[in-house]
Nanobody, 118 residues
Framework: QVQLVESGGGLVQAGGSLRLSCAASGSIFSINALGWYRQAPGKQRELVAVIISGGTAKYADSVKGRFTISRDNAKNTVYLQMNSLKPEDTAAYYC????????????WGQGTQVTVSS
């Protein structure tokens, strides 16, 4: 089992920046990819960014050039640096991890709220 704990959300004005952190614990040896999803009210949860164990990162088109995902394997932590934030980035952001042993095994954090005011 893997536990994920997010931090770093909050309220920021449009154009501002925030950095989210997600610390993983438990069976960290079983983790393949770490990443972030978000869910705005009334919308489906969507992928924001993901980074696999080898360091390759993938981003949603809506955040490319503004968000950067990074992974510190020594600290078992994944970060999401969010710059040039827009009101449409407002959502609950969830950290997630998937297993290297099974594509159906996924773990989620409890979520952290990001609110961008115009």
């Amino acid at each position: 089992q893997v536990q994920l704990v997010e931090s770093g959300g909050g309220l920021v004005q449009a154009g501002g920046s925030l950095r989210l952190s997600c610390a993983a614990s438990g069976s960290i040896f079983s983790i393949n990819a770490l990443g972030w999803y978000r869910q705005a009210p009334g919308k489906q949860r969507e992928l924001v960014a993901v980074i696999i164990s080898g360091g390759t990162a993938k981003y949603a088109d809506s955040v490319k050039g503004r968000f950067t995902i990074s992974r510190d394997n020594a600290k078992n932590t994944v970060y999401l640096q969010m710059n040039s934030l827009k009101p449409e980035d407002t959502a609950a952001y969830y950290c997630y991890a998937n297993s290297k042993y099974s594509a159906t095994i996924v773990w989620w954090g409890q979520g952290t709220q990001v609110t961008v005011s115009s």
